[in-house]
């Protein structure tokens, strides 16, 4: 057991006033979001969506048979990823759908108490080793970082699984200095949960076995709680691991090779992506501090002694350097060993680099000075989240789908080609009213696509005639179509040459404003003159991303 350091107790009133100030700072960032639909991020409106499915789910009871719901909801609204992704957060969303409405606000009020709970989990495990104030701003500047806000402002994965995973830490630090054993169990099933959110959590495992190791050395293998907490925690994995073998094969492959990574792994670049990432994601103000952190640490750890902090009250052992480094380390080599990179991958080691700025700073010689230098810290990373990563957005999405919910007859379709397909069948969604239409993709019945496009496409031999008879056996009688939508490809420029017939009508032109490189520039809204009026039946409809085909259809 970890002998536990000496920081002292903060009183009621300021534990509260801290909490409240740290939801406040999160109001203040979603400020920035934006709630109309207007989704940038392909992921984004499928998370929502997925939500949506549950409660839909929930609510028909198709429980005989619910892979055909599932097969016939996705034929109506072909953004559902349900399968690809774990199904945590869209469990917690149902419910607050049900609620409230389905509508992007509502998704984004789901993130936003996951971004509570995370930045109060973030002051509970800082105040390890700080000052409960020099926590909080500590905290604060965790949660404003650029990349964390930019990600946790929008309906994905990042900031709900950080939730859990950020109090999991809290839990394993708290059984480390005390060896209940109830808190190691606790810290397993929270670590559990964050990857029953975003699978890559998981690697915060490899720094908690570590430490344990090290502080205890072999009488780590007597405990018998560590290992039923193990088992345990492995049962719970094995759902997971089925769906992810099941229909996470894209997920997989992203992790083992893919033919468009930025980098390859094998390259010393491939290793280094992330570190060139951290000026982004932090800022160079909170990156200047933590890299001097870091050396303090790296110092003390090579000098085997604790590091000290905020004028000698609290400060690391040699136990907590080897955990705060193992998490750091652990993190940056599982994420660099992943082909797919995207610096929102890597947001779960920021938490070490903060709180090696925040104990730098907590070593100077005033406690005024300290809250001073902790507070521009917290400011600073604001400041350039404000400035330099607005939340994005592509509107005009809803307008359409608004637009097509009040003309389109009763039980017909309504065909999409563009880009942003994901916005537009989750704006269709929100129209209660409206759950007659089916929303058919048009790269679903002209092309394969594996996943996106950069990895891999097939053009279907469809002629004009063929593709005009596939749009009157759908009943579609409205289409949402980006011009000019990979127009490089000829089955594309045959469907572009199909809306060029009299019989569709051009009933409006709606704009795309965005504050981001956008592929779009409008939507154009088509009438079909002459709809066949029949319901569409069930149809073959490919899932590349789960390796399967299916026949689904109302």
């Not at 404003?144 to 994905?156: D, K, N, S, T």
């Not at 750890?301 to 136990?319: P, Q, W, Y």
């Amino acid at each position: 057991m970890t002998a536990p350091r000496s920081i002292s107790s903060s009183s009621p009133r300021s534990t509260l006033a801290i909490h409240l100030l740290l939801a406040a700072l999160v109001g203040l960032l979603f400020m920035g979001a934006h709630a109309d639909g207007s989704y940038w991020w392909s992921d984004a409106p499928r998370h929502a969506l997925n939500g949506v499915f549950v409660k839909d789910l929930v609510a028909a009871a198709p429980w005989s048979d619910p892979s055909r719901y599932a097969y016939d909801y996705y034929a109506q609204y072909p953004a559902l990823t349900i399968l690809f992704y774990p199904p945590l957060f869209y469990a917690i969303s149902a419910p607050f759908y049900a609620l409230f409405g389905v509508s992007e606000a509502t998704a984004l009020l789901v993130v936003a108490l996951h971004y509570v709970a995370f930045a109060w989990g973030a002051w509970a495990l800082f105040r390890n080793w700080l000052p409960a104030w020099h926590a909080a701003l500590a905290a604060a500047a965790l949660a404003a970082l650029p990349e964390i806000a930019f990600w946790g402002r929008q309906v994905m994965l990042e900031v709900p699984s950080l939730a859990f995973f950020i109090w999991s830490a809290v839990l394993f630090t708290r059984y480390r200095r005390t060896a209940r054993p109830l808190l190691l169990y606790c810290a397993a099933a929270l670590l559990l949960l964050a990857m029953y959110t975003k699978l890559t959590a998981g690697f915060l495992a490899l720094a908690y076995a570590g430490t344990l190791l090290y502080e205890r050395r072999a009488a780590m293998l007597k405990d018998r709680h560590l290992w039923l907490a193990a088992l345990l925690a492995c049962i719970g994995l094995v759902p997971l691991l089925v769906l992810t073998v099941k229909f996470g094969q894209a997920n997989i492959q992203s992790a083992s090779g893919i033919n468009d990574s930025l980098v390859s792994r094998n390259s010393l670049g491939g290793w280094l992506w992330y570190l060139r990432q951290f000026p982004g994601q932090m800022g160079w103000a909170v990156l200047a501090a933590a890299a001097a952190g870091l050396l303090a640490g790296a110092v003390a750890a090579v000098r085997r002694r604790g590091l000290d902090s905020a004028g000698g009250e609290g400060g690391l052992s040699r136990g907590d350097l080897v955990f705060w480094l193992l998490w750091l380390l652990a993190g940056y080599l599982f994420f660099s060993a992943i082909d797919l990179k995207e610096a929102r991958h890597s947001v779960f080691i920021l938490p070490p680099l903060v709180l090696a700025a925040a104990l730098l700073l907590a070593r100077l010689p005033r406690p005024s000075w300290q809250l001073a230098a902790l507070a521009a810290l917290a400011g600073a990373a604001l400041l350039q989240t404000t400035l330099l990563r607005p939340v994005p957005y592509v509107r005009g999405f809803a307008e359409a789908a608004r637009l097509v919910a009040a003309q389109a007859p009763r039980d017909s379709s309504v065909l999409f080609s563009g880009y942003r397909d994901g916005s537009f069948v989750f704006n269709m969604r929100t129209h209660e009213e409206r759950r007659d239409l089916t929303v058919v993709r048009a790269d679903k019945i002209l092309l394969n696509v594996a996943v996106r496009r950069e990895l891999g496409v097939t053009e279907h031999d469809l002629s004009e005639d063929d593709i005009l008879r596939q749009i009157q056996d759908l009943n579609v009688s409205y289409l949402v179509v980006q011009p000019g939508f990979w127009n490089d490809l000829a089955v594309m420029q045959r469907f572009e040459r199909v809306l060029a017939q009299a019989r569709f009508e051009v009933v409006a032109r709606i704009p795309t404003p965005n504050n981001v490189k956008a592929y779009e520039k409008e939507l154009v809204v088509y009438r079909n003159t002459a709809p066949s009026g029949r319901r569409a039946g069930p149809r073959k409809l490919d899932l590349p991303i789960i390796n399967r085909s299916i026949d689904a259809g109302r």
